[in-house]
């Protein structure tokens, strides 16, 4: 199976900062990677698919780069309401994997 | 609008067995792959199984593999996990999502505890 590594798994940050996460594959998959927000409680939201593709509703602060093993995600402006967890997945293949996941808070 | 709504869940016994629903509505459910994906309190997201259209292929991610079953009723817009032999470390929330190889709707999970 396909291991995603993302780091760092938590992050300390203030409103309006510039902040990167980065998502490393086991084996090169492409441009085949998702990128979710979660909430305490609630399910995943779909914000980036194929590395940098924005999904529908999603706010332009948010972006997506990478190909191979490496991505980023960035929030160019942290805005209060982005303070979550966020995760990668891959669909390259199966079992599709998910990251460990990237805490976000609140500096 | 796309809406996923999960049911079935509970407490269970270890190698007890239950069986999740998602009820699907908003968009043409027999034209999308579905996937089952859990959540462990506290812990990270682990896929657990696909379907595409007719039911045809299915995914299984190895842990739970021999003992879960995924399965679609496509006339009645549903999607179903059987869970059986199940063990305490496959409390979680599970949630049904649509699947474009990214998962793009969830639903809000049905939260299965196994425990004596």
């Known amino acids: 199976a396909i291991q995603l590594t993302q780091s760092p798994l938590s992050l300390s940050a203030s409103v309006g900062d510039r902040v990167t996460v980065t998502c490393r594959a086991s084996?090169?998959?492409?441009?085949?990677l998702a990128w979710y927000q979660q909430k305490p409680g609630k399910p995943p939201k779909l914000l980036i698919y194929?590395?940098?593709s924005l999904e529908s509703g999603v706010p332009s602060r948010f972006s997506g780069s990478g190909s191979g093993t490496d991505f980023t995600l960035t929030i160019s402006s942290l805005q209060p309401e982005d303070f979550a967890t966020y995760y990668c997945?891959?669909?390259?293949?199966?079992?599709?994997?998910f990251g460990q996941g990237t805490k976000l808070e609140i500096k | 609008q796309v809406q996923l709504v999960e049911s079935g869940g509970g407490l269970v016994k270890p190698g007890g067995s239950l069986r999740l629903s998602c009820a699907a509505s908003?968009?043409?459910?027999?034209?999308?792959?579905m996937s089952w994906i859990r959540q462990a309190p506290g812990k990270g997201l682990e896929w657990v199984s696909y379907?595409?259209?007719?039911?045809?292929?299915?995914y299984y991610a190895d842990s739970v593999k021999g003992r879960f079953t995924i399965s679609r009723d496509n006339a009645k817009n549903s999607l179903y996990l059987q869970m059986n032999g199940l063990r305490a470390e496959d409390t979680a929330v599970y949630y049904c999502?649509?699947?474009?190889?990214?998962?793009?709707?969830w639903g809000q999970g049905t939260m299965v505890t196994v425990s004596s």
């Open positions: 997945q891959q669909f390259n293949n199966y079992p599709r994997t």
């Open positions: 084996q090169a998959i492409s441009s085949a």
């Open positions: 908003g968009f043409a459910f027999s034209d999308y792959y």
């Open positions: 999502a649509r699947d474009q190889d990214a998962f793009d709707f």
């Open positions: 194929d590395a940098s």
């Open positions: 379907i595409r259209f007719s039911g045809n292929t299915v």
